[in-house]
Structure formats: C-alpha cells, structure tokens
Nanobody, 117 residues
C-alpha cells in the first residue's frame, strides 16, 4: 500500500492550494483519511480527518479556512486550503487507516507547502 500526495508548492499569503492523496495497492477498506503537518522545529499536528461516512474533524488553526473531502471510489482524499497564512508553511502528510491484510495506519511521504510573499 502506498499513499501518494501531490499539490504542494509556493503560494502568497491569502492564496489557495489543493492537496490530493491517493491510496493504492491491495486495499480492502479505508476507514479514516486525513492530513497532518509539521513545521520546522515543531511537532506534527492534526490538520483534518474524514471518515468513510463523511464525518470531518479539523485542527483549531485551520477551521473555517481548510476543507477536507474524499472520493471513496478513487481512494483519494483532498484538502482545499484557502486564506493561507505564513504559519501554514509546513510539510503536509497524508494519513490513512485502512485494511490491506489487516488494519494498519499508513503515511505518505509528505508534500511541502510554503506560504510566503
């Protein structure tokens, strides 16, 4: 199983970016998918998660600005990021709790988002 994230890059403050993450491989079912981020010198923190049923959870710092969604048919999770701030600069990691042979937590390699003028 692999998680392939894409969509990171450089954006000006106030701008928008959309991240995507596709899970591939032998997958029987995916429970929760989500995004976490880690800024330089800081611990990894929750950005947003979404269950297979569509229940969403957001970190306090992104509420009202970021929107998580998923396409269950494509095993893909998206993160629409609006009104970006310099403090959103971080490596964003995709995460999925899924059943391949058994239930396991998987992480993608991360995609860098830089918010700067």
């Amino acid at each position: 199983v692999q998680l392939q994230a894409s969509g990171g890059g450089l954006v000006q403050p106030g701008g928008s970016l959309r991240l995507s993450c596709e899970a591939s491989g032998t997958i029987r079912s995916i429970n929760v998918m989500g995004w976490y981020r880690q800024a330089p010198g800081k611990q990894r923190e929750l950005v947003a998660t979404i269950t297979s049923g569509g229940s969403k959870n957001y970190g306090d710092s992104v509420k009202g600005r970021f929107t998580i969604s998923r396409d269950n048919a494509k095993n893909t999770v998206y993160l629409q990021m609006n009104s970006l701030k310099p403090e959103d600069t971080a490596v964003y990691y995709c995460n999925a709790g899924l059943v391949s042979t058994w239930y396991q937590d998987y992480w993608g390699h991360g995609t860098l988002v830089t918010v700067s003028s």
